[in-house]
């Protein structure tokens, strides 16, 4: 295959656990990293043997709290890539970083390595808001990380969570403007969602956490695609902002329903058609590791249907919509023949999506409704 593969490594421990996060993260008070760096390394020398030939376009670290690892850790890693690799020049090397200041002393280190792109999850820029999210800085420590990390990085993501308890229009437009000033190329905004199993999720069923009415999340969801166009960083995909030309390519990957390896605890790939999911818990999966070089606890040749049914679910969060011979180049399947007619043709008359000889996207109408459109469509 001649398109590029997207690498992704997991790091799943943090020093706690957000109340909203249902990623799979784990606190460890002893983490052996050398061990963890082994086995890291042994599953990319499997996934390697699987996958000859191709060509690496960008590396993820992502967790987890990847930022907590040694540098020498990381470069490790992306030696191992080059080497069994052919790696792209421009490659994208991306690593999630928390911006406390214990991580943001390891900036340096990690731009030594290799990584010239950094994801820096703030979430917030209000102390109140911080705490209520469970974040493990403040605001004045979070701010004087993003400062290390646009010394450090040519590129650089702010993630934002917001549709916060009791969030107003107002307050956001407020943050959202303090946030566009600070001049990264890229923002990651979401809504904060209640995911199950998480802390929030039994606040929320108890009723101690309530979250603003539909008419409010709406209104800021619209509020955050007007902002961020007239300030240059249009949405592209449902809850990424950037540039242009500054547009994550590793997660553009998975959006595109492109091949991608994961590596590490409960990490996901998808490669040649099929689908692959390791161990979650760390240490089942370092011991499977230890047995069988790698930790795969389920590999599955996806059939052309499924394989449609997830590239459009992907591809429709993207603002340019599904490209009609890219997904069928990659999922084997024609899009028309992919989503339910009449329920296209309802959802077209709605106005909430476009469909011609080139692919199928969501108007601006749709984008809020994105969930709606793609029931209607399956």
Not at 141 to 150: I, K, N, P, R
Request: charged share 20%.
């Amino acid at each position: 295959m001649s398109d590029p593969l997207a690498v992704y490594i997991h790091w799943p421990f943090c020093v706690s656990k957000c109340p909203y996060c249902d990623f799979n993260s784990h606190v460890r008070a002893v983490i052996d990293e050398g061990a963890y760096r082994t086995a890291l390394l042994a599953e990319l020398a499997h996934e390697a043997a699987l996958t000859p030939g191709r060509t690496v376009g960008s590396i993820f670290f992502g967790g987890g709290t990847p930022s907590l690892m040694d540098p020498a850790t990381v470069a490790a890693i992306i030696d191992a890539v080059a080497a069994h690799w052919r790696v792209n020049a421009d490659v994208e090397i991306t690593l999630e970083a928390n911006p406390s200041s214990v991580e943001a002393a390891r900036f340096a280190g990690f731009a030594a390595a290799g990584v010239n792109r950094v994801s820096v999850g703030m979430q917030a820029l209000d102390d109140a808001a911080l705490a209520a999210l469970g974040r493990p800085h403040s605001l004045a420590e979070g701010l004087a990380a993003l400062d290390v990390a646009q010394t450090h990085f040519a590129r650089a993501s702010l993630d934002l969570i917001y549709d916060r308890p009791g969030q107003t229009c107002a307050a956001w437009e407020a943050e959202l403007t303090r946030a566009l000033s600070f001049g990264t190329e890229h923002l990651s905004l979401y809504q904060l969602t209640i995911e199950p199993g998480t802390r929030f999720a039994t606040d929320h069923a108890r009723g101690t956490l309530v979250l603003p009415p539909e008419d409010t999340s709406a209104d800021l969801f619209e509020l955050t695609a007007a902002m961020t166009a007239a300030a240059g960083r249009p949405a592209y995909e449902v809850s990424n902002h950037a540039r242009a030309g500054a547009e994550s390519r590793h997660n553009t990957a998975y959006w595109t329903y492109a091949d991608y390896i994961g590596v590490g605890p409960g990490a996901h790939g998808r490669r040649a058609g099929e689908a692959t999911m390791r161990h979650k818990k760390p240490e089942n999966w370092t011991a499977a590791v230890a047995a069988h070089g790698h930790g795969m606890v389920e590999t599955r040749v996806l059939p052309p249907p499924e394989r449609a049914g997830e590239a459009l679910l992907m591809g429709l969060r993207l603002t340019g919509g599904i490209d009609a011979a890219v997904f069928a180049a990659r999922t084997g399947q024609a899009l028309d023949a992919s989503i339910d007619r009449r329920g296209l043709a309802r959802m077209t008359e709605l106005g909430l999506i476009e469909a011609d000889t080139r692919g199928l996207r969501l108007t601006p109408a749709g984008r809020p409704l994105l969930n709606a459109v793609l029931a209607a469509l399956s």
